[in-house]
């Protein structure tokens, strides 16, 4: 009996045999897979967040035309305000995690022993390491800003343009 899961219909190998081998070679083959994925999903949130933003600004441009009608429909202006303010958020985000990274970078090269014992004690444990857990939590917060703020800012301009 294969310990390998069935391959979804039309994914079989050139000798329609996939099933009976497994996808990945190692637990960490697995690992690297997902890690990449995560990437791209993440990334893929990023680019999806920032055309939602632009899309509401040109949106709340095109429907009211003008300043004074937007500043005129309160929910136009709180549509613009979250998905500007989103973009703010995101750009700041960007540089702390950058500058985060890179100190993450310094002291490795400043403490290579200590780097090495770090790792060697992270192994099977819930632990961030070569992150740390402000990374994560600020990881996790920008993703949350970045998919709930333009969909909030969507629905405000919906209802800018049902009730305006």
């Not at 083959?29 to 893929?44: A, H, I």
């Not at 993450?104 to 819930?126: F, H, L, M, T, V």
């Amino acid at each position: 009996m294969s310990t390998a899961a069935p391959s979804p219909a039309g994914c079989e190998g050139p000798d329609g045999q996939s099933a009976q081998r497994r996808l990945y070679s190692s637990a960490g083959d697995g690992l690297k897979r997902v890690q990449e994925d995560f990437l791209y999903w993440t990334g893929r949130l990023t680019d999806s967040s920032s055309q939602l933003s632009f899309a509401l600004i040109a949106g709340n441009w095109a429907a009211f035309g003008s300043l004074q009608k937007i500043l005129g429909n309160p929910w136009a202006k709180v549509s613009l305000g979250i998905v500007i303010g989103t973009l703010a958020l995101t750009l700041l985000g960007a540089y702390l995690m950058g500058q985060l990274h890179c100190w993450q970078i310094e002291y490795a090269g400043k403490n290579p022993a200590k780097w090495e014992e770090e790792y060697n004690r992270s192994y099977g444990r819930d632990n961030p390491w070569p992150f740390t857990r402000t990374i994560e939590r600020i990881g996790r917060g920008m993703r949350e800003l970045k998919t709930w703020l333009p969909l909030v800012s969507g629905v405000c301009f919906l209802i800018a343009l049902l009730r305006g």
